[in-house]
């Protein structure tokens, strides 16, 4: 079992900065993908960042340039600095990790950008 801890989020104005973390702990295997989503109320949940263990990261056309992860714990740990936030960022962000044919999720952390 591997459980997801989440952290940052909050209420930021626009064009404001946030920092999400997300935590793996648990049984972890080596060969993974940890990714961010988000859902905003009404609207399907839609992939913001996936990382594999490779090294390899994709981003979503919407916050590319302005979101960037980062890694800590041997790439355990997921980091997501937002910047120049939009009120269209407004969602519940939720963290995703992959370890063979199990999807992981985190309990998901709000960011709302508003003025």
């Known amino acids: 079992q591997v459980q997801l801890v989440e952290s940052g989020g909050g209420w930021v104005q626009p064009g404001g900065s946030l920092r999400l973390s997300c935590a793996a702990s648990?049984?972890?295997?080596?060969?993974?993908?940890m990714a961010w989503w988000r859902q905003a109320p009404g609207k399907n949940r839609e992939l913001v960042v996936i990382r594999s263990s490779f090294g390899t990261t994709d981003y979503a056309d919407s916050v590319k340039g302005r979101f960037t992860i980062s890694t800590e714990n041997a790439g355990n740990t997921l980091n997501l600095q937002m910047d120049s936030l939009k009120p269209e960022d407004t969602a519940v962000y939720y963290c995703q990790r992959v370890q063979g044919a199990i999807r992981y999720w985190g309990q998901g952390t709000q960011v709302t950008v508003s003025s």
């Open positions: 648990g049984k972890l295997f080596s060969a993974n993908t």
